[in-house]
Protein backbone atom coordinates (compact mmCIF):
# COMPACT_ATOMS: atom_id res chain seq x y z
CA UNK A 1 0.00 0.00 0.00
CA UNK A 2 1.12 3.36 -1.17
CA UNK A 3 1.76 6.54 1.53
CA UNK A 4 -1.29 8.13 -0.48
CA UNK A 5 -3.65 5.47 0.06
CA UNK A 6 -2.13 5.10 3.97
CA UNK A 7 -3.42 8.71 4.07
CA UNK A 8 -6.79 8.09 2.22
CA UNK A 9 -7.73 5.53 4.50
CA UNK A 10 -6.57 7.58 7.63
CA UNK A 11 -9.30 9.79 6.89
CA UNK A 12 -11.44 7.52 6.20
CA UNK A 13 -11.40 6.10 9.34
CA UNK A 14 -11.50 9.43 11.10
CA UNK A 15 -14.36 10.27 9.31
CA UNK A 16 -16.42 7.48 10.66
CA UNK A 17 -15.91 9.26 13.83
CA UNK A 18 -17.47 12.88 13.62
CA UNK A 19 -21.02 11.79 13.12
CA UNK A 20 -21.14 9.58 16.76
CA UNK A 21 -20.76 13.09 18.53
CA UNK A 22 -23.53 15.15 16.16
CA UNK A 23 -26.56 12.46 16.61
CA UNK A 24 -29.45 15.00 17.52
CA UNK A 25 -27.52 18.01 16.01
CA UNK A 26 -28.75 20.00 12.74
CA UNK A 27 -24.98 18.54 11.20
CA UNK A 28 -25.91 14.79 11.66
CA UNK A 29 -26.70 14.01 8.23
CA UNK A 30 -24.05 16.33 6.89
CA UNK A 31 -20.85 13.97 8.78
CA UNK A 32 -22.82 10.96 8.28
CA UNK A 33 -22.56 11.44 4.39
CA UNK A 34 -18.94 11.89 5.16
CA UNK A 35 -18.35 8.91 7.36
CA UNK A 36 -19.76 6.56 3.93
CA UNK A 37 -18.04 8.94 1.12
CA UNK A 38 -15.04 7.84 0.75
CA UNK A 39 -15.59 4.03 1.09
CA UNK A 40 -18.56 3.96 -0.75
CA UNK A 41 -16.24 6.44 -3.65
CA UNK A 42 -13.20 3.80 -2.99
CA UNK A 43 -15.12 0.65 -3.64
CA UNK A 44 -17.51 2.20 -6.89
CA UNK A 45 -13.97 3.35 -8.62
CA UNK A 46 -12.11 -0.27 -7.22
CA UNK A 47 -15.37 -2.24 -8.31
CA UNK A 48 -17.66 -0.46 -10.36
CA UNK A 49 -15.01 1.40 -12.50
CA UNK A 50 -17.47 4.54 -12.37
CA UNK A 51 -14.90 7.58 -11.68
CA UNK A 52 -15.45 9.64 -8.24
CA UNK A 53 -15.74 12.76 -10.20
CA UNK A 54 -19.53 11.24 -11.14
CA UNK A 55 -20.52 10.03 -7.39
CA UNK A 56 -19.35 12.76 -5.10
CA UNK A 57 -21.77 15.46 -6.72
CA UNK A 58 -24.60 13.06 -5.84
CA UNK A 59 -23.56 12.55 -1.80
CA UNK A 60 -22.85 16.34 -1.99
CA UNK A 61 -26.51 16.63 -2.67
CA UNK A 62 -27.81 14.43 -0.15
CA UNK A 63 -25.89 16.61 2.16
CA UNK A 64 -27.30 19.54 0.75
CA UNK A 65 -30.56 18.29 1.02
CA UNK A 66 -30.41 17.70 4.42
CA UNK A 67 -28.88 21.47 5.34
CA UNK A 68 -31.72 22.97 3.26
CA UNK A 69 -35.42 24.45 4.14
CA UNK A 70 -38.76 22.67 2.95
CA UNK A 71 -38.98 25.26 -0.42
CA UNK A 72 -35.16 24.14 -1.77
CA UNK A 73 -35.46 20.50 -1.12
CA UNK A 74 -38.15 20.55 -4.14
CA UNK A 75 -35.33 22.06 -6.43
CA UNK A 76 -32.64 19.80 -4.89
CA UNK A 77 -34.79 16.99 -6.05
CA UNK A 78 -35.34 17.88 -9.56
CA UNK A 79 -30.88 19.13 -9.87
CA UNK A 80 -30.34 15.18 -8.35
CA UNK A 81 -32.54 13.78 -10.62
CA UNK A 82 -31.11 15.25 -14.10
CA UNK A 83 -27.74 14.46 -12.52
CA UNK A 84 -28.61 11.53 -12.12
CA UNK A 85 -29.90 10.78 -15.29
CA UNK A 86 -27.06 12.66 -16.85
CA UNK A 87 -24.77 9.34 -15.07
CA UNK A 88 -27.15 6.81 -16.68
CA UNK A 89 -27.39 8.12 -19.80
CA UNK A 90 -23.37 9.40 -20.57
CA UNK A 91 -20.54 7.47 -21.72
CA UNK A 92 -18.61 10.11 -21.03
CA UNK A 93 -17.37 8.82 -17.28
CA UNK A 94 -14.06 11.01 -17.14
CA UNK A 95 -16.03 14.38 -17.68
CA UNK A 96 -15.08 18.04 -15.71
CA UNK A 97 -19.21 18.21 -14.89
CA UNK A 98 -19.18 16.26 -11.74
CA UNK A 99 -16.45 18.46 -10.56
CA UNK A 100 -17.96 21.62 -11.53
CA UNK A 101 -21.62 20.49 -10.16
CA UNK A 102 -19.89 19.53 -6.72
CA UNK A 103 -17.71 22.78 -6.75
CA UNK A 104 -20.85 24.52 -6.91
CA UNK A 105 -22.96 22.83 -4.28
CA UNK A 106 -20.12 23.04 -2.24
CA UNK A 107 -20.33 26.93 -2.88
CA UNK A 108 -23.75 26.66 -1.89
CA UNK A 109 -22.70 24.58 1.36
CA UNK A 110 -20.41 27.06 2.83
CA UNK A 111 -22.86 30.02 2.02
CA UNK A 112 -24.96 28.00 4.53
CA UNK A 113 -22.36 27.45 6.92
CA UNK A 114 -21.42 30.90 7.00
CA UNK A 115 -25.05 31.85 7.53
CA UNK A 116 -24.98 29.83 10.36
CA UNK A 117 -22.07 31.21 11.99
CA UNK A 118 -23.36 34.53 11.31
CA UNK A 119 -26.99 33.95 12.87
CA UNK A 120 -25.24 32.45 15.94
CA UNK A 121 -22.98 35.32 16.32
CA UNK A 122 -25.40 37.76 16.20
CA UNK A 123 -27.86 35.51 18.88
CA UNK A 124 -24.80 35.30 21.56
CA UNK A 125 -22.25 37.87 20.70
CA UNK A 126 -19.99 35.06 20.44
CA UNK A 127 -17.91 32.59 18.04
CA UNK A 128 -18.70 29.20 18.46
CA UNK A 129 -15.38 27.08 17.66
CA UNK A 130 -17.25 24.37 16.30
CA UNK A 131 -19.35 26.65 13.30
CA UNK A 132 -15.82 28.28 12.91
CA UNK A 133 -14.36 25.26 12.20
CA UNK A 134 -16.85 24.49 10.20
CA UNK A 135 -16.92 27.12 7.86
CA UNK A 136 -13.14 26.26 7.62
CA UNK A 137 -13.84 22.86 6.62
CA UNK A 138 -16.08 23.36 3.39
CA UNK A 139 -14.01 26.53 2.41
CA UNK A 140 -11.03 24.12 1.97
CA UNK A 141 -13.80 21.89 0.10
CA UNK A 142 -14.32 24.63 -2.24
CA UNK A 143 -10.93 25.71 -2.98
CA UNK A 144 -10.28 22.33 -3.33
CA UNK A 145 -13.31 21.43 -5.80
CA UNK A 146 -11.98 24.63 -7.91
CA UNK A 147 -8.12 23.63 -7.90
CA UNK A 148 -8.36 20.70 -8.99
CA UNK A 149 -10.89 21.59 -11.95
CA UNK A 150 -8.14 24.47 -12.60
CA UNK A 151 -5.48 21.83 -12.66
CA UNK A 152 -5.56 18.76 -12.14
CA UNK A 153 -1.42 18.05 -12.02
CA UNK A 154 -1.26 20.70 -8.66
CA UNK A 155 -4.74 19.78 -7.53
CA UNK A 156 -3.41 15.99 -6.34
CA UNK A 157 -1.19 18.37 -4.14
CA UNK A 158 -3.51 20.26 -3.01
CA UNK A 159 -6.24 17.14 -2.11
CA UNK A 160 -3.53 15.50 -0.04
CA UNK A 161 -2.40 19.19 1.84
CA UNK A 162 -6.40 19.71 2.32
CA UNK A 163 -6.64 15.72 3.38
CA UNK A 164 -4.13 16.39 6.04
CA UNK A 165 -5.98 19.83 7.41
CA UNK A 166 -9.14 17.82 7.17
CA UNK A 167 -8.59 15.13 9.29
CA UNK A 168 -7.31 17.64 11.97
CA UNK A 169 -10.61 19.05 11.40
CA UNK A 170 -12.17 15.32 11.79
CA UNK A 171 -11.03 14.64 14.97
CA UNK A 172 -12.15 18.34 16.51
CA UNK A 173 -15.32 17.73 14.94
CA UNK A 174 -15.21 13.97 16.77
CA UNK A 175 -14.29 15.78 20.15
CA UNK A 176 -17.27 18.79 20.05
CA UNK A 177 -20.33 19.02 18.31
CA UNK A 178 -22.30 22.86 17.77
CA UNK A 179 -23.89 22.37 21.03
CA UNK A 180 -20.15 21.99 23.46
CA UNK A 181 -18.21 23.44 21.33
CA UNK A 182 -15.84 26.19 23.20
CA UNK A 183 -17.38 29.87 22.68
CA UNK A 184 -15.43 32.86 22.79
CA UNK A 185 -17.78 35.53 24.18
CA UNK A 186 -16.99 39.00 22.12
CA UNK A 187 -16.60 41.78 24.40
CA UNK A 188 -18.17 45.39 23.67
CA UNK A 189 -20.76 43.96 21.71
CA UNK A 190 -23.68 45.48 23.32
CA UNK A 191 -24.76 48.55 21.17
Given at each position: ?????S???????I?L????R?V???????F??????D?????????????????????T??????????????I??????????????????N?????F??????V????????????????H???????????????????????????????????????????F???A??????N????????????
Open positions: MTIEWIIYLSMFWLPPFNGTKYFFFFVFAIEPLAVFVLKKIHLFHNMLFPLFLFILYSLVNKKNKRLLIVTAVYLSYIILSSDTSQLGFLNSILHYIFVLFVSDFLTYFDEHSVNLFLTLLVCYEFIAVSKNILWILDLSKGIVIFFVSLFIQILGIFTIWNVNSPKFKIKGMDL
